[in-house]
């Protein structure tokens, strides 16, 4: 009789853990749109943000510029015209505007581009070192429990991309940088741009004390600004080049794995 009664709690336990199975989860994981989510990365990146703001300085570059050419070249006549008398109204206009609209400007991108944030992706430092610190914190369970309705891997992982899409994108960043550095040449163009992203933030708008040879106060507002937002225009440039083009097909697969496997492992917050 002992051989029958363990038999038959053997079947009681396993049609007890096949009702737990087919039970749903309590709380359904909301997977969100993932493409919605990288378009609105997108549009909250700091290049989208502020790049309207860059047109109007552009134009008044381009119209000094102007002004000082034709300046120079009434000058020019008057010289061969013998006539010595200046006029106050072939004066260029200053290229720098409203300096303190171009300040703000510029110290934004030194809040928003932090070398954790180099790619702008995120609304401010402190948003992108919480964003981070979260990330690290997260506990790590190597995947959830199989069931046999749904795909609780696959809904994890969705969460997880949709959470952390901005952090996996700099993750690719830095490997890409340590590809083309070590890999195709010490002269590539991405991690030069992430230095002179860095230095160009670095440096302040007015005299530099370490250095008082180079004249830093001279150098308009306006042409700081337009330079940081180039720099960083063609860093973000040159990464999507060396992700998409310079990787081969075989390197793509590890470095989606990568990503993968970790949005499969970590467990998302609340969850």
């Known amino acids: 009789m002992a051989p029958r009664n363990k ?17 749903p989860s309590a709380a359904p994981m909301d997977t969100g749109d993932l493409m919605e989510s990288v378009k609105s990365m997108g549009r909250n990146s700091c290049l989208f943000q502020h790049g309207p703001s860059l047109v109007p300085i552009v134009k008044q570059l381009s119209e000094g510029g102007k002004a000082a050419a034709k300046s120079r070249e009434v000058d020019a006549n008057k010289e061969n015209n013998g006539d010595d008398n200046q006029s106050d109204d072939t004066k260029p206009p200053s290229p720098q505007g ?30 992108s070192k919480a964003a981070w610190m979260g990330m690290k914190d997260l506990e790590v369970d190597f995947g959830p ?34 590809r083309a550095f070590f890999v195709r040449s010490y002269f590539s163009c991405l991690p030069w741009l992430f230095f002179y992203q860095f230095a160009s933030l670095a440096l302040p708008l007015d005299k530099w004390d370490m250095v008082p040879q180079v004249p830093l ?13 180039g720099v960083h225009a063609l860093m973000v440039l040159f990464f999507v080049y060396e992700l998409v083009w310079c990787t081969y097909f075989f390197e793509k697969i590890p470095l989606v794995g990568l990503l993968a496997y970790h949005a499969y492992a970590v467990r998302p917050v609340g969850q």
């Open 98 to 127: 409203d300096g303190s609209d171009h300040q703000g400007l510029f110290e934004s991108f030194q809040g928003r581009l932090a070398w954790h944030n180099s790619l702008g992706l995120f609304e401010s430092e402190e948003a």
């Open 145 to 178: 429990r199989s069931k046999k309705k749904g795909s609780p891997g696959l809904d994890r992982m969705k969460v997880n991309f949709k959470n952390h899409m901005a952090q996996y994108a700099h993750i690719l960043l830095a490997l890409m940088m340590l």
């Open 7 to 23: 038999q038959s709690e053997r079947n009681a336990s396993r049609k007890e853990g096949k009702k737990g199975d087919d039970e």
């Open 217 to 229: 106060e001279k150098v308009p507002v306006a042409v700081r600004v337009l330079g940081t937002a």
